[in-house]
């Protein structure tokens, strides 16, 4: 779970923001941009609304008890046996305008929001306090701010690398020729939610053999052949923060063409290990690694994809390892690094990925699992 101390130092940096850019309030109405600032966990069908004033005051208006960080806490109803409650996004609208109409003596020119969905309810109640305010869309700093991680973000990612851990043993122990990718996926999910001792979110790709070289998706009846290559790219979520791993397992021996391929893939990913430092360009690290792998005859030159992106609270956040991407690595990104070859010859593809924080001198690895076949 996210902690006081990060909560709190997530506004203070936002609030250096509002200064630069001059902006008097920001607003956010995403459920986990507000959870991202106050702690607050609310469910993608409740309203929650967090503001920021420039002076440091901060209002939350949630169905949630208690919050983390907060001055001041305004509970919404979402459900009731005493009334109907059928609109309770327009019940946070009105809860938010009666919060403005308080605040009107405070000097509110410029307000910035960030979030989608209801935004239209929430400018219509800026509006109406502040006649003349100016609404800007904050959506691109904030995309910013998330991309450095504090300690709390940090170990809520190391939570869902834990149950990576605990899926991919129960798939190693259950992949056997004339399963299907069902059988295995299930196997995956059993382990995962006795792990947990509930269910939690368990989202990935589960492709077996050549369906996996332009792609991946949920599992499917497909029976496993000896000698397919299984490529399980999983993200569970825990407090809306997700780990993202990827391992291959190969049904039954691995041959000497898929073992060779390995050794290309993991050589790969101690190059980009080794590149990454703050202060270097994303695409730069993609470039060097693409050039690396086309080179190798056993290839194919297959690799299509990105070599890795941020992880958060967000699926792909900054920094995107893309031959388009403008991202520098800074001290404090939490990044993936993933690498693949896909052809025929190999009955699928090799992709292996791991997660890392970057400090000043290079990556961490955050997960700790096996890398072979």
């Given amino acids: 779970m996210l902690t006081m101390e990060g909560c709190q130092s997530r506004q203070n940096r936002m609030l250096k923001k509002m200064e630069l850019y001059n902006w008097d309030l920001f607003l956010t109405g995403d459920y986990r941009t507000v959870f991202y600032f106050s702690g607050a966990r609310s469910s993608s069908t409740s309203p929650a609304l967090f503001l920021l004033w420039r002076d440091?005051?901060?209002?939350?208006?949630?169905?949630?008890?208690?919050?983390?960080?907060?001055?001041?806490?305004?509970?919404?109803e979402t459900y009731s046996i005493e009334r109907c409650i059928n609109f309770p996004f327009q019940d946070a609208a009105r809860l938010l305008d009666e919060l403005l109409q308080r605040k009107k003596g405070m000097s509110t020119s410029r307000c910035a929001v960030a979030g989608e969905g209801w935004s239209h309810l929430f400018e219509h109640s800026l509006q109406r306090a502040f006649h003349h305010v100016e609404i800007l869309d904050g959506s691109d700093v904030l995309w910013v701010l998330r991309k450095q991680k504090e300690p709390d973000e940090v170990e809520s990612i190391r939570e869902s690398l834990k149950y990576c851990a605990v899926a991919y043993r129960a798939a190693r122990n259950t992949i056997e020729p004339g399963l299907t990718e069902v059988d295995v996926y299930n196997a995956m999910v059993s382990a995962v939610v006795k792990e947990?001792?509930?269910?939690?979110?368990?989202?990935?790709?589960?492709a077996c053999g050549e369906r996996v070289i332009r792609g991946g998706g949920p599992p499917t009846n497909r029976v496993l052949q000896l000698g397919d290559l299984y490529v399980l790219d999983i993200f569970p979520t825990v407090n809306f923060y997700t780990g993202d791993t990827t391992r291959t397992f190969v049904v039954g021996k691995p041959t000497d063409l898929q073992l060779r391929v390995w050794e290309v893939v993991m050589q790969s990913i101690r190059m980009a290990e080794q590149i990454i430092r703050p202060g270097v360009q994303a695409r730069e690290v993609y470039q060097k690694i693409k050039a690396f792998l086309d080179s190798q005859e056993s290839t194919e030159q297959s690799f299509w994809h990105h070599l890795g992106h941020g992880i958060g609270y967000g699926g792909h956040e900054s920094p995107r390892l893309i031959p388009g991407s403008d991202d520098v690595f800074e001290e404090g990104d939490v990044f993936t690094i993933e690498?693949?070859?896909y052809t025929k010859a190999l009955q699928g593809g090799i992709r292996l990925e791991d997660n890392y924080v970057l400090g000043v001198k290079?990556?961490?690895?955050?997960?700790?699992?096996p890398w072979e076949l």
């Fill in 56 to 76: 440091g005051q901060s209002a939350l208006i949630t169905d949630v008890s208690t919050a983390l960080a907060s001055d001041e806490l305004i509970l919404l």
């Fill in 196 to 206: 947990a001792g509930t269910s939690i979110p368990f989202a990935g790709d589960f």
């Fill in 339 to 341: 690498p693949g070859v």
């Fill in 362 to 369: 290079g990556p961490e690895d955050l997960f700790e699992f």
